[in-house]
């Protein structure tokens, strides 16, 4: 019973330290944003902070990390016979409006530390390796039913929707006047005919 509560306690903070590094990622980028200033974030010393992270760069593949399995739970908790579209993009639907998505804009800043950062590439190679694996299941599943067209390659298609997912979020950052649920009705119905099988 100890043992479990010393767990709970240390995955505790290492959520509140993600949280603020979060925080100060988005304010100051990720290049920007410091161990100090994530650790006054946080409230607490960089030797509390090295005790749950050793570097900048495992706090983001924490966060990577994390981001993949919520979309593990935002694919699994569709209804049986939910349309192929809908479950590629279901994060976008588990969404309640342009404010819930706000998290995903540190993916921006990953976008452009990886192209000066090799260990942040990797880390956003390989999170976008699983995101590539679960969106690829569910077109072949898709496929298996008729609901997809079979010629597209699964593996390739799964990367052009990661562009697509990807770039949900900067909407409303370029139009003001976007409206939430139009946005992603078009956006799935883009995906939808985008897959759907020839006549």
């Given at each position: 019973m100890a043992r479990k509560l010393v767990h709970e306690q240390h995955e505790g903070k290492r959520q509140?330290?993600?949280?603020?590094?979060?925080?100060?990622?988005?304010?100051?980028?990720?290049?920007?944003?410091?161990?100090?200033?994530?650790?006054k974030e946080a409230g607490i010393?960089?030797?509390?902070?090295?005790?749950?992270?050793?570097?900048?760069?495992?706090?983001?593949?924490e966060m990577a990390n994390d981001y993949l399995a919520q979309l593990h739970g935002h694919f699994n908790g569709?209804?049986?016979?939910?349309?192929?579209?809908?479950?590629?993009?279901?994060?976008?639907?588990?969404m309640k409006g342009w404010d819930a998505l706000s998290h995903c804009r540190i993916l921006f800043?990953?976008?452009?530390?990886?192209?000066?950062?090799e260990k942040i590439h990797a880390i956003l190679m390989d999170n976008t390796d699983g995101i590539r694996a679960l969106l690829a299941k569910t077109l072949?599943?898709?496929q298996a039913r008729g609901?997809?067209?079979?010629?597209?390659?699964?593996?390739?298609?799964?990367?052009?929707?990661?562009?697509?997912?990807?770039?949900?979020?900067?909407?409303?950052?370029?139009?003001?006047?976007?409206?939430?649920?139009?946005?992603?009705?078009?956006i799935t119905t883009m995906v939808a005919r985008f897959l759907q099988p020839p006549k």
């Open positions: 509140e330290i993600l949280a603020a590094a979060h925080r100060c990622f988005l304010r100051h980028g990720l290049q920007g944003a410091s161990i100090s200033m994530i650790c010393s960089p030797g509390h902070l090295y005790h749950y992270f050793p570097s900048k760069e495992a706090i983001v593949e569709h209804e049986e016979g939910a349309s192929t579209a809908t479950v590629l993009l279901s994060e976008l639907w588990s800043e990953l976008l452009a530390e990886a192209g000066r950062n072949k599943a898709g609901e997809v067209d079979p010629d597209l390659d699964p593996g390739h298609t799964s990367a052009v929707l990661v562009a697509i997912l990807d770039a949900a979020p900067m909407l409303p950052l370029m139009a003001s006047d976007i409206d939430f649920e139009e946005s992603r009705k078009l």
